[in-house]
C-alpha cells in the first residue's frame, strides 16, 4: 500500500534552474496539497487540488506552478529556483469531508545554492 | 479567518514524564481537530483527532479533548518514552467552501532516557 509518493527525495539546484516535484496518491482522493516546511515556520500551504484538473493557489505561491493533469498525480514546478526557495516540500491528499485527515508524503529535501 | 497557534518548542523531558502540548485554535465555523506526529526523515502521519466539540481523541497513550469554550485541543501523555521523540503538529480542517486544512507551527520533542 503506497499512499503518498514524492519524487525525488533529494535534489540541489543551482539558482535559476528549473524542476518539477512529482507527487503520486493510489487512495483515490480528490484533495492534493503541497506544503512546504522550514525551521520555526511550521508548514505552509504552497497550492492545491480539489480535483483533477483545477488547481488554486495556497498561502505562499510565488515562484510556484502546480498541475493536476491525472487525479493520482500533482506537481509542483519551480521555473526559476531561488535560495528562498531551500525547503522541505511535503505533498498530502484527502478525501473531500469535515472529518477526514490528509495523507502525507515522505518529503523532498531541495537545496538552491 | 482560520488559525492555530502551539506552544513554543523545544521540549525536552525525562522518560515517563507528563507532557502536555498545548494547542489553540481560531476558526470561523466548526472544525474537525487533529494532531499530526513527524518522526526524524519521515512525513506527518495521523496520531488522533476529534470530530466535534467534547470528543476526545486517542492514540498510542496520548489523548486530547476539543474544547469549544476555551478552542482549545491540548496534546496530553501520561508518562513519554524515548521513542515518543519526535514533532508534533496541531491542525485544524474546515469546510468553507473548499476543504482547508491549517497547521500550527509545530513542537519539538524530546524525551531524554
Known amino acids: 500500500n503506497a499512499g503518498v509518493t514524492q519524487t525525488p527525495k533529494f535534489r540541489v539546484l543551482k539558482t535559476g534552474q528549473s524542476m518539477t516535484l512529482l507527487c503520486a496518491q493510489d487512495m483515490n482522493h480528490e484533495y492534493m496539497y503541497w506544503y512546504r516546511q522550514d525551521p520555526g515556520m511550521g508548514l505552509r500551504l504552497i497550492h492545491y487540488?480539489?480535483?483533477?484538473?483545477?488547481?488554486a493557489k495556497g498561502e505562499v505561491p510565488d515562484g510556484y506552478n502546480v498541475s493536476r493533469l491525472k487525479k493520482q498525480n500533482f506537481l509542483l514546478g519551480l521555473e526559476s529556483a531561488a535560495p528562498s526557495q531551500t525547503s522541505v516540500y511535503f505533498c498530502?491528499?484527502?478525501?473531500?469531508?469535515?472529518?477526514?485527515?490528509?495523507?502525507f508524503g515522505q518529503g523532498t529535501r531541495l537545496t538552491v545554492v | 479567518g482560520n488559525s492555530v497557534t502551539q506552544m513554543e518548542g523545544p521540549v525536552t523531558l525525562s522518560e515517563e514524564a507528563f507532557l502536555t502540548i498545548n494547542c489553540t485554535y481560531t476558526a470561523t465555523g466548526y472544525p474537525s481537530l487533529f494532531w499530526y506526529v513527524q518522526y526524524p526523515g519521515e512525513g506527518l502521519q495521523l496520531l488522533l483527532k476529534a470530530t466535534k466539540a467534547d470528543d476526545k481523541g486517542s492514540n498510542k497513550g496520548f489523548e486530547a479533548t476539543y474544547r469549544k469554550e476555551t478552542t482549545s485541543f491540548h496534546l496530553e501523555k501520561g508518562s513519554v518514552q524515548v521513542s515518543d521523540s519526535a514533532v508534533y503538529f496541531c491542525a485544524l480542517s474546515i469546510i468553507q467552501g473548499a476543504q482547508k486544512l491549517v497547521f500550527g507551527q509545530g513542537t519539538r520533542l524530546t524525551i531524554n532516557p
Open positions: 498530502a491528499s484527502s478525501y473531500y469531508g469535515p472529518y477526514t485527515e490528509a495523507f
Open positions: 487540488s480539489v480535483g483533477e484538473g483545477t488547481t
